[in-house]
């Protein structure tokens, strides 16, 4: 978000300023957008973190309350802000997002339609993609749930790449005035196939459509309706496992005949206060195990290709 | 809504092809995939006989061609499908559940086809074209009305793809290059699967106006990745360890504009170090000090030598090349530009990074890091490569293999460089969605490889 507008760019140099959003880390699931002003605090578990003490430290610094807790300020990316919406609304994910990206094949100066908006995780990945010479061009028919993704393409400072309409695409389809002109056009709404129609006389020639939906059934339906104008039409199911990494001290001394169970060869010596390198009775390795909880489905994405008839 | 609609600019987002561009041929529907650079001399070698390939110069990506076989030789002709004929084997859903075909009566033993060989080469000589010769064969089979529908479709599909094979223009951009190349050569890109080049891509908040740093052993691919999101402002710069660059060759057939290739730097790292000691106050390390498992240097040579071989980008499993009338090569080789036609030429990627550039990156950082060294220990490479940039930048470093990621990440957990760490592996499953044949496809990838990505912390360089 930051890194499209020259001015304002992370380097070495740049330090926080007000007005500036910030994403509050706290821990890996738990963190929070703030605006930071320079007579607002933060509360939480930590403490009380005055927004003074933050301006004029670099992004990525660590920063205390009054109590001696801490918590970490980052500069804003769309993965970032997807993480921090993740506990507001149903959206997409990381992996769901950055595959359609790549797979509508979504890059700087492309046009895209997208309905509905939701939330705006998508969008803002797709302003990050067009920027800075193309525009998203999003559509919810929920007039506050439009107004209030207005505001935080304003807060994030991509108001300039995207513009939200309040339009029901299912029943009235796209406005003419794209008509032949979108690169790419993204659906994720109940009855997809409804739009399917519109989105085919929106997009160019070859153009690429993705359509996500959670149900198999929608999925078979859209397929159908694609099938006229469409080709290349492929779904997937894309999901992200997630590994946890630990320490794990095996102790050799166990074992009388001098057998072992050997650590995985460490290339490198920790170099924090591991034990001396002659020690012989533990072994320290880095072992790595899938988390035990992951997420089954996020929905299936249909991808497809307006067909060539010139 | 009405403000003045964008356009895409062509030089951008080019949709029509032109001379001496790139482009990726599908063949028959994904059995084979050609790279090849359009120009009036280029051909296509299909089964045994050549195609010019000059048809398909100034046409739509995404254009349908098939092979026709004239009295003379055989050409491409462009092939518009009738919207009926298309994706035949969802043709009335209803029609399936009335079939009452099987085929317990049917037996394979090669006898069910009436004409010959020598026929169907007198039905060629006199004029037929591919789908008529198509459609006498199945007039001529004894067994054809006996089968099901669905196996009626496949015989036709099957013998379409024999006498007239069908090739779609297809764009190269990041994803149908990266689709070839892993269902061809995967080593040749590490295994380096879409879904987890995309998700590099993302993490590593890879997008216009930013520098972003890039260690590509994986032919070019991630640094053609990444320029494309850049669009032509901002910079990639490609480093390197030991002496020579690595091979970049697929960048060349992303179809780059001047602009975009302007983004693309080279620059090595022992330099780098040198610099950032006199600029950064960041402690130099000497060349000596990266104990680096040695790339397989043979494994290398090897890439370069193949392509030099065969002036030819194919990633088919038979021989494919491209032939050029007047004796030019289509293909421009990395440090040489081609003195014929100007049409003919590949712009170049991958200049030494300009002094200013390297001035810029020292002063400001680089606003994140995409590692693709799937062979290399990447510790060794995160460590040195970290403090080149800004703070609160992100990073994603990909992997063939679960250890070397897991060490790298408990090291900067100790060393306190970064947060929001996380490795990642990808799960990508593809579906076959037909009416009343819904499901997951038979074959699937088993990896895609894992991800480690993160966002580097301050650190207080005065107590280091």
């Not at chain 1, 605090?41 to 933050?54: A, I, M, S, Y």
């Not at chain 2, 196996?151 to 297809?170: D, F, G, N």
């Not at chain 2, 609160?392 to 990621?405: G, R």
Request: with cysteine; hydrophobic share 35%.
């Amino acid at each position: 978000m930051l890194l499209m507008d020259s001015s304002k760019k992370i380097s070495f140099n740049r330090c926080i300023r007000e007005g500036d959003l910030v994403i509050v880390y706290e821990k890996h699931d738990t963190m929070k957008a703030v605006k930071v002003c320079e007579n607002s605090v933060l509360q939480n578990r930590f403490g009380v973190f005055k927004h003074l003490d933050w301006i004029g430290k670099p992004f990525g610094s660590k920063v205390f309350s009054n109590k001696g807790g801490f918590v970490y300020l980052l500069a804003p990316t769309p993965e970032l802000w997807t993480l921090v919406l993740s506990h507001m609304t149903q959206i997409l994910y990381i992996a769901d997002i950055g595959f359609v990206v790549m797979y509508l094949e979504v890059v700087p100066g492309c046009l895209v339609l997208e309905s509905g908006t939701g939330s705006g995780s998508l969008t803002t990945s797709f302003a990050r993609a067009v920027a800075p010479t193309g525009h998203v061009y999003t559509f919810d028919f929920h007039e506050q749930r439009a107004a209030s993704a207005r505001e935080d393409f304003e807060g994030t400072g991509i108001s300039n790449l995207v513009t939200v309409g309040v339009r029901d695409i299912q029943g009235e389809g796209f406005p003419d005035e794209f008509s032949g002109l979108a690169d790419s056009v993204f659906l994720d709404l109940p009855q997809p196939w409804l739009a399917i129609p519109s989105a085919r006389n929106m997009l160019k020639q070859d153009g690429t459509l993705c359509s996500f939906s959670p149900c198999i059934e929608q999925v078979q339906r859209s397929c159908e309706t694609l099938r006229s104008d469409f080709t290349d039409i492929r779904t997937f199911e894309i999901l992200l496992r997630t590994y946890e990494v630990r320490e794990w001290k095996m102790d050799h001394s166990k074992f009388e005949d001098g057998s072992s169970i050997a650590g995985p060869p460490c290339k490198r010596r920790q170099p924090s206060s591991e034990a001396s390198v002659g020690d012989d009775t533990s072994f320290p390795a880095v072992v790595a195990r899938p988390s035990a909880e992951t997420r089954g489905h996020t929905g299936y994405l249909t991808f497809a290709r307006r067909k060539c008839v010139s | 809504m009405s403000e003045s609609k964008p356009e895409s600019g062509p030089v951008i987002n080019p949709r029509v092809t032109w001379e001496g561009c790139s482009v990726l041929l599908d063949i028959n529907d994904g059995d084979r995939l050609v790279f090849a650079r359009l120009s009036a001399g280029s051909t296509l070698k299909i089964g045994n006989k050549s195609c010019s390939l000059q048809p398909l110069i100034g046409c739509t990506f995404g254009s349908l061609f098939q092979v026709e076989i004239g009295k003379e030789k055989p050409y491409l002709s462009r092939f518009v499908p009738p919207t009926d004929d298309s994706n035949v084997q969802d043709e009335g859903g209803s029609q399936l559940q009335e079939e009452s075909r099987d085929n317990r009566a049917i037996i394979d033993n090669n006898q069910a086809q009436t004409l010959t060989g020598e026929d169907i080469d007198a039905m060629r000589r006199q004029g037929a074209t591919g789908n008529e010769i198509v459609e006498a064969l199945i007039a001529n089979s004894a067994t054809f009305d006996k089968k099901t529908q669905f196996s009626q479709e496949k015989y036709r599909l099957k013998k379409q793809k024999k006498y007239a094979p069908r090739v779609l223009l297809r764009r190269p951009f990041c994803r149908s290059i990266c689709e070839a190349y892993f269902k061809k050569y995967p080593a040749r890109i590490g295994f380096l699967r879409v879904d987890a080049l995309s998700l590099l891509l993302s993490m590593a908040n890879a997008t216009a106006n930013s520098d972003v740093l890039v260690v590509d052993m994986v032919g070019g691919l991630a640094t053609g990745a990444v320029a494309e999101r850049l669009g032509g402002s901002g910079s990639v710069c490609s480093t390197y360890l030991g002496g020579t660059p690595y091979p970049t060759e697929i960048i060349r057939m992303f179809n780059f504009s001047d602009e975009i290739c302007k983004t693309i730097m080279l620059f090595k790292i022992c330099t780098f170090f040198h610099f950032s000691s006199e600029f950064c106050g960041v402690p130099s390390m000497t060349c000596a000090q990266f104990k680096m498992k040695p790339v397989s240097e043979s494994a290398n040579m090897k890439m370069t030598i193949q392509w030099r071989e065969k002036t030819s980008l194919s990633v088919g499993t038979e021989d494919v090349y491209l032939s050029s009338k007047n004796g030019d090569t289509d293909l421009v080789p990395e440090n040489k530009l081609s003195s014929s036609s100007k049409t003919c030429k590949a712009p170049k990627a991958g200049e030494k990074a300009p002094k200013q550039a390297i001035q810029s990156w020292k002063e400001n950082g680089f606003s994140s890091l995409i590692i693709a060294a799937p062979e290399q220990d990447a510790w060794g490479l995160v460590k040195d490569l970290l403090p080149l940039l800004t703070y609160s930048a992100p990073f994603a470093i990909y992997h063939q293999y679960l250890q070397p990621l897991a060490t790298c990440m408990h090291n900067l957990q100790l060393e306190k460089m970064a947060i929001g760490l996380q490795i990642s592996e990808p799960w990508l499953r593809e579906y076959q969605v037909l009416p009343s044949r819904t499901h997951p496809c038979m074959q699937m990838s088993g990896t895609g490889g894992y991800i480690l990505s993160g966002t580097r912390m301050y650190t207080d360089t005065s107590q280091s």
